[in-house]
């Protein structure tokens, strides 16, 4: 039997070293970000009616301000993608987040339409490299077969925030004001800028992230050097476009964003409305959806992944919890027969439930978007999903204001759900990595 003497070389090791978890820690910074983005987006849904009131606008013009966020959102997707492939995931991110808060805080001191409307647009160009980092994130973290549950963590930020946070932010609006609610969310995201730079790095830069993890997420030949950038040109937005995984995923995540924007903008005032609650019950109400939806997102991430193991199939696994979502969501329409609150509530939970589940639409951008080209392909599916943010809040308002009531505002919102259904089941084809020529 060998022995070891001092001085000779040292003895194996008899404990086995086990794989870190730092993806976990990126996972969250992500699941936070995403909270604030959401909240800085949509807390002007809980100030409106304060808002509107001080500054003297209509219903139709609320639906402008809201639309208007989306329309620099959605213009700056590309090039937004374009930064992001050219600067990576830590400054553009850090920059984003910085820009946003500061248009936040200044929604508070804003004077009237102009100014508010500014705002908006402002919010919307810094906001929009935020979900085309994510998944390029989830991308280089996470392997396949986590980046469903990866995607759905962080995503669970969009509704746990406003769940979480809507009695805090009534709170600070009925006791402050509502200048005062957008300056304290304003503040929140500038000094999480700090955290982001402290803690986010890439595999191949990050001290806490030992081999066995590097090997585990797909890094380990990697883990040396960062992956080389691809030089942006219009042909590779153009062939990203004709592919069909890509105008399949986009038509349905605007389909399942169509569900979204509504519970982001007009939900509150439909509540307070067409179904005359007081405010106080609208802002109890109004937070069981969002868990609804919280839920779904959780869910939609865990069953894929599930599925993946047990089938093997990426197609199965991707789009059978999507098309079921999309369906669940189209139910929405049902609450114009529903003759009380609690039965209208509940139908909007199943809605927003399912459009949770389409949430896992980014992880198709994660296991779809060309090597290199990652930023820019969710660009562009986040530029097709968003167009949604943009179309949603105008046609909602100019039925409201044409109709006086939201009938045909939720047949719309539940036709476009069944859109997304036809694009999952005709259109997006097989969910494999797109090739792409340097």
Known sequence: MASYEQGDIAAPKT????????????????????????????????????????????????????????WTYAAMQIPGGIFLDRFG???????????????????????????????????????????????????????????ARATAVYTVGEYVGLAAFAPLLFFIMETFGWRALFISVGVVGILFVLVWWRYYHEPHESKTANQLELEYIGHDQQSAEPE??????????????????????????????????????????????????????????AILPFLAAAVGVMFGGWVSDQILKRTGSVNIARKLPI????????????????????????????????QGMVGLGWTLISDMAPKNLAGLTGGLFNFCSNLASIITPLIVG???????????????????????????????????????ED
């Open 228 to 285: 080389p950038t691809m030089n942006f040109s219009w042909a590779n937005v153009g062939k990203l476009v004709k592919c069909r995984q890509i105008l399949g995923a986009g038509i349905g995540q605007f389909a399942g964003n169509t569900t979204l924007v509504f519970f982001l903008t007009w939900f509150p005032t439909y509540l307070a409305t067409e179904r005359h609650m007081p405010w106080l019950k609208v802002g109890f109400f």
């Open 89 to 147: 995931n830590k400054i553009t991110y850090a920059l984003a987040l910085f820009f946003w808060s500061a248009f936040t805080l200044f929604h508070g001191l804003t004077m009237g339409l102009k100014t508010l409307l500014l705002c908006r647009l402002g919010l919307g160009i810094s906001e929009a490299p935020c979900f085309p980092v994510n998944s390029r994130v989830v991308g280089k973290w996470f392997p396949q077969h986590e980046r």
């Open 398 to 436: 100019f039925i409201v204001a044409a109709t006086g009531n939201f009938f045909y505002a939720l047949v719309y919102i539940g036709g476009a759900a069944l859109l997304g259904v036809f694009a999952y089941v005709f259109i997006l084809g097989d969910i494999k990595r797109i090739e792409m």
């Open 323 to 354: 098309i079921s979502g999309l369906l669940m969501a189209s139910l929405i329409i049902s609450a114009n027969w529903m003759p009380t609150d609690a039965l209208v509530i509940t139908v909007m939970s199943v809605a927003f439930f399912g």
């Open 15 to 70: 404990a086995v070293e086990k794989r870190s978890r730092t993806r976990m820690v990126i996972l969250t910074l992500l699941a936070i970000g995403t909270m604030i983005n959401y909240l800085d987006r949509t807390v002007l849904g809980i100030a409106a009616p304060q808002l509107s009131a001080d500054l003297g606008i209509g219903a139709a013009t609320m639906g402008i301000v809201f639309s208007a966020f989306a």
